[in-house]
């Protein structure tokens, strides 16, 4: 693993973002911690900074709706980031459709040049991030599980987003050619063997991710942590079959599948086998029980230790140090569960942006985090 590259935000500039019409923040300290009321605009700081990694940020939110209310239409974010390489200037920006022939969408640019996509943004900056709508991971529906995975797999490869993207148009097609044309076996073939190359790709970097996370945390579990190590593993068809044979096999085997399912997913209206069926399975590892048989705060702790451990694998695979950003996380935690939090936290390179509604919450960390007042879309260090 290399060395990590740690950066800093030192300034975040946003313009009619959320309810920020005019933000401008300078920071710079490892621990920046975001206090305020509901509603003041403290999570819409945070969504501004996980533009910056692929996809639509932390609430997964459509860009029209990113653009405050009363504002132009559209809304732009910046960062200036500081490291051992000098500053760097990153920025995105979205833009309605102004007229018929006028298409709108969202802009990236890196130290003024303008960049392809958000994607190219992973060379500058990693992000991670944990959010309360997280909490019942573990006992909610897998999709939300796969959600969660590919966002950590992401994380370290930046294109994995664009390789589900695709996957999921083929299987579309698929089950629209399923549905309209049953009896056109050239043109499934010619889908289901598109399907087959994407879904083996997916797979495979989902399963390198887990294993390289599950590798990790066994290697530097701490049983005394107040945050319990996970055992994580996939579950799936194609995990197994990816586990078992090289790509080429393994995509043979898969197209098998779908050719002989061609019955059965038809009736279903939907492809019952691939990736979009796999499951991320976490144990609470002391206790070696499933972890969506762990007490609530017990699957907090996890959940923690599990975002805290992807960080650390972030940073060993990519080689800079990630933006962690924690939404209302301390406040859920008894004192002891905090200072464990904020030790390790401490531990990590990249710079930590974390909310609260109460200032005591962040009060022992004293003059290692910037102290950010935010109040009805304004902000004050």
């Known amino acids: 693993m290399t060395e990590p590259d740690p950066l800093r935000v030192t300034r975040l500039i946003a313009r009619d973002f959320r309810n920020h019409a005019d933000l401008d923040l300078a920071v710079g300290r490892h621990f920046v911690a975001l206090v305020g009321e509901n509603g003041a605009g403290k999570t819409n700081i945070l969504e501004a900074l996980s533009l910056f990694a692929p996809g639509r940020g932390l609430r997964r939110a459509d860009f029209a709706g990113m653009a405050r209310e009363g504002g132009a239409g559209g809304f732009a974010v910046s960062l200036t980031l500081e490291g051992p390489n000098g500053d760097h200037r990153i920025g995105?920006?979205?833009?309605?459709?102004?007229?018929?022939?006028?298409?709108?969408?969202?802009?990236?640019?890196?130290?003024?040049?303008?960049?392809?996509?958000?994607?190219?943004?992973?060379?500058?900056?990693?992000?991670?991030?944990?959010?309360?709508?997280?909490?019942?991971?573990?006992?909610?529906?897998?999709?939300?599980?796969?959600?969660?995975?590919?966002?950590?797999?992401?994380?370290?490869?930046?294109?994995?987003?664009?390789?589900?993207?695709?996957?999921?148009?083929?299987?579309?097609?698929?089950?629209?050619?399923?549905?309209?044309?049953?009896?056109?076996?050239?043109?499934?073939d010619a889908v289901e063997r598109e399907v087959a190359e994407l879904a083996v790709a997916v797979a495979l970097a989902r399963r390198e991710t887990v294993e390289r996370l599950d590798s990790l945390i066994l290697s530097?579990?701490?049983?005394?942590?107040?945050?319990?190590?996970?055992?994580?593993?996939?579950?799936?068809?194609?995990?197994?079959?990816?586990?078992?044979?090289?790509?080429?096999?393994?995509?043979?085997?898969?197209?098998?599948?779908?050719?002989?399912?061609?019955?059965?997913?038809?009736?279903?209206?939907?492809?019952?086998?691939?990736?979009?069926?796999?499951d991320l399975v976490v144990r609470h590892g002391p206790k070696d029980v499933p972890a969506a048989t762990a007490s609530t705060g017990e699957q907090k702790a996890l959940l923690i230790g599990l975002v805290l451990a992807h960080a650390r694998l972030v940073t060993g695979m990519s080689g800079l140090s990630p933006l962690v950003l924690l939404d209302e996380v301390a406040a859920h935690l008894?004192?002891?569960?905090?200072?464990?939090?904020?030790?390790?936290?401490?531990?990590?390179?990249?710079?930590?942006?974390?909310?609260?509604?109460?200032?005591?919450?962040?009060?022992?960390?004293?003059?290692?985090?910037?102290m950010v007042q935010v109040a009805e879309g304004s902000v004050r260090v």
Not at 107 to 112: A, S, V, Y
Not at 343 to 366: K, R, S, Y
């Open 92 to 188: 995105t920006a979205w833009e309605p459709p102004r007229g018929r022939d006028e298409r709108g969408g969202r802009l990236c640019r890196i130290d003024g040049a303008t960049a392809p996509s958000p994607t190219a943004f992973a060379e500058q900056v990693r992000v991670v991030w944990l959010t309360p709508d997280l909490d019942a991971l573990f006992r909610g529906p897998a999709g939300d599980r796969r959600r969660f995975l590919d966002r950590l797999v992401l994380a370290v490869d930046a294109g994995h987003g664009a390789r589900v993207n695709a996957m999921e148009r083929a299987l579309r097609s698929r089950n629209r050619l399923l549905e309209e044309r049953p009896d056109d076996g050239p043109w499934l």
């Open 220 to 278: 530097t579990r701490d049983e005394a942590s107040p945050f319990p190590w996970a055992g994580v593993r996939l579950e799936g068809d194609i995990d197994d079959l990816v586990a078992v044979w090289p790509a080429v096999d393994a995509e043979d085997r898969y197209r098998a599948i779908l050719r002989q399912n061609r019955f059965r997913d038809r009736a279903a209206g939907r492809t019952l086998a691939g990736p979009q069926a796999s």
């Open 334 to 370: 008894d004192p002891r569960r905090r200072a464990g939090l904020f030790d390790a936290l401490e531990a990590l390179p990249g710079q930590v942006w974390m909310t609260g509604a109460d200032p005591a919450l962040f009060g022992e960390l004293g003059e290692r985090a910037d």
